[in-house]
C-alpha cells in the first residue's frame, strides 16, 4: 500500500460518453492533488496527480487543504504509471 500526501488543488465530474468502439460509460468523479517529487539530486518538484474517486463527497470541503489518502498504482505500459484511491479509503488531514 501506497500513501499519497498532497493539496487539493481541484475537484470535478468527468462526462460520460461513448468509447470508440460505441460501448457507452458513465460519468466520473475526479479530484487532482498537487505535491512535492523528490528528484535523486536532492531537488524537488511539483506535479499533478489525477485520482478517480466514488464520490466528490469527501472532497469538496478539502479543496485547498493538504491531505493523505491510501493508493495503489500500476503500470499498463512503459513509461505510464496509473494512480487510484484503494477500495475504502478515505481522504485524511495532513
Known amino acids: 500500500m501506497f ?9 470535478f465530474t ?3 460518453g461513448t468509447d470508440k468502439e460505441g460501448k457507452e460509460y458513465n460519468e466520473s468523479y475526479k479530484v487532482q492533488l498537487m505535491g512535492e ?4 539530486n536532492g531537488d524537488s518538484k511539483m506535479d499533478l496527480v489525477d485520482l478517480k474517486v466514488d464520490s466528490l463527497t469527501d472532497w469538496n470541503e478539502l479543496q485547498g487543504k493538504r491531505v493523505s489518502i491510501d493508493i495503489g498504482e500500476f503500470a499498463p505500459q512503459k513509461g505510464k504509471i496509473i494512480h487510484y484511491v484503494r477500495k475504502g ?6
Open 3 to 11: 500513501k499519497i500526501i498532497g493539496q487539493v488543488v481541484n475537484v
Open 14 to 16: 468527468q462526462d460520460g
Open 37 to 40: 517529487m523528490p528528484l535523486p
Open 89 to 94: 479509503a478515505r481522504p485524511e488531514i495532513a
